[in-house]
């Protein structure tokens, strides 16, 4: 039996196809691949930088779909079933819009596939799969289990090895589409299980993908233990109630820990309470003030997140948080445009006041395109929100501000490794910044594919 995993585009420019420069490994399909029987053969395509081989043949294709590649890959999986080669879909746009993606696969994966995966497998080999599958949560994840990597090689993905430590947060943003798929629950690995999982790779620079890696402070200490002999570095995502915890941050440091992408969303404490950002509200009172000069004590390299958006949202509000995330010199910044994923509290607000674009469904939309508006906001018009986030993009991520940025004593300029960091990762993003504004989801011209 032969599988074929796929991790699908967001979609093309208007007269290219997007190669994604800064791509990283697909981890979900190296679990896959580690959770599939041996006597399978499996090969995977990253449709981000190679062009998918739909005639070589195969047995069953599993894609895992995200919502902003949806709409893409339901045009691969289209490919393959015209070929008469049955397709399964997994992932989180499944667990938020399990009918939707029906229409487009011969079988779905609803949730976590861990204790599922090989049944579903065994079924397929047996003439019986069904169409849909619907996989618990363990309560500890990734129980023994070691992502393969040797489905990596030669992809040309960063030289950074990606794993996972924890599944999910313990706050209840409305926007988060993880939120919505873990129901607010936080679930950990087995620390021994971690330290076998980097052994067992050569490299020493690590990203925990987890959603908030600190969200169990206990734990969390626990799995920085374990790290400090190892020597790795690392970053990660983390919230800002970390800092109350003295030995959790030495730990922390201790550990490798170079930087982490923390959600600041607003500096407004008005859009916080609207986003149920508990972790952040009164923080934001005096911009962040003490947690930033924190965060520049311990030597944190900081990915600012911000979301752009809000009801208390102006574009002059909008365009002071990029000034503040440059004077903060923080090493990178996101500016995300409030996006209403399907079956968050977000989306249902929006939807029942009528304020929804492309008929809700913007992620199918032939009209759509990366970083729009999707909804109309409260104080601006959609275009004008679309407009000052890209403005937020190219302000932060100018050459200017870029050599600003840079002279940061206490994190950027710490030692030679945190600057070559610095100086490399920076014009990659610019560069990925320009490369997707706007991009078109699917490859395909305006195709019908709503259903």
């Not at 999982?197 to 626990?222: C, G, H, T």
């Not at 309470?273 to 947690?291: P, Q």
Request: charged share 30%; aromatic share 12%; glycine share 6%.
């Amino acid at each position: 039996m032969k599988l074929v995993l796929i991790k699908p585009n967001i979609g093309r420019r208007e007269h290219s196809l997007y190669v994604d420069e800064g791509r990283m490994e697909p981890l979900q399909l190296g679990i896959l691949a580690a959770l599939t029987p041996r006597d399978v053969e499996i090969v995977m395509y990253d449709d981000r930088m190679e062009e998918i081989p739909y005639d070589e043949g195969a047995d069953l294709v599993a894609i895992t779909v995200e919502t902003f590649t949806a709409r893409r890959g339901y045009e691969i999986s289209k490919a393959y079933r015209e070929r008469g080669i049955p397709t399964v879909m997994g992932g989180m746009h499944v667990m938020l819009l399990p009918e939707e993606v029906k229409n487009h696969a011969d079988s779905i994966m609803i949730g976590d596939a861990e204790n599922l995966w090989p049944q579903l497998i065994e079924d397929f080999k047996r003439g019986q799969l069904k169409k849909e599958y619907r996989g618990e949560q363990p309560l500890i994840p990734q129980k023994s289990i070691i992502t393969r990597r040797d489905i990596f090689e030669g992809k040309g993905y960063l030289p950074i090895t990606l794993l996972q430590f924890s599944r999910g947060c313990k706050y209840h943003c409305n926007f988060c589409a993880s939120t919505a798929y873990f129901k607010g629950n936080h679930y950990c690995r087995d620390v021994q299980d971690v330290v076998r999982e980097i052994k067992s790779q050569k490299r020493k620079l690590l990203f925990f993908v987890d959603d908030n890696i600190v969200a169990d402070f206990e734990k969390a200490k626990a799995l920085f233990t374990a790290l400090i002999p190892l020597k790795v570095k690392w970053v990660s995502q983390g919230s800002m109630d970390m800092l109350e915890d003295q030995e959790l941050m030495e730990l922390m440091v201790k550990s490798g820990c170079l930087g982490l992408v923390i959600g600041f969303e607003s500096i407004n404490e008005e859009n916080l309470e609207y986003a149920a950002k508990g972790a952040n509200r009164k923080r934001a009172l005096d911009h962040y003030k003490k947690e930033i000069q924190e965060l520049r004590k311990w030597g944190l390299q900081t990915w600012a997140a911000f979301t752009l958006g809000y009801d208390g949202d102006t574009k002059e509000s909008i365009i002071e948080t990029c000034k503040f995330a440059i004077e903060n010199k923080f090493c990178f910044a996101a500016f995300n445009i409030l996006m209403p994923y399907p079956n968050t509290p977000l989306y249902a607000k929006l939807q029942e006041e009528g304020r929804l674009l492309y008929g809700g469904n913007w992620w199918l939309h032939e009209d759509y395109r990366f970083n729009h508006a999707a909804f109309i906001p409260q104080n601006l018009s959609p275009e004008d929100l679309t407009e000052v986030s890209f403005w937020c993009r190219r302000a932060f991520n100018s050459p200017w501000s870029i050599f600003k940025r840079a002279l940061e004593p206490h994190t950027n300029l710490r030692n030679p490794y945190r600057f070559f960091t610095y100086l490399i990762y920076n014009p990659l993003f610019r560069k990925e910044v320009f490369k997707k504004q706007s991009m078109r989801f699917g490859l395909k011209e305006a195709e019908k594919i709503n259903g």
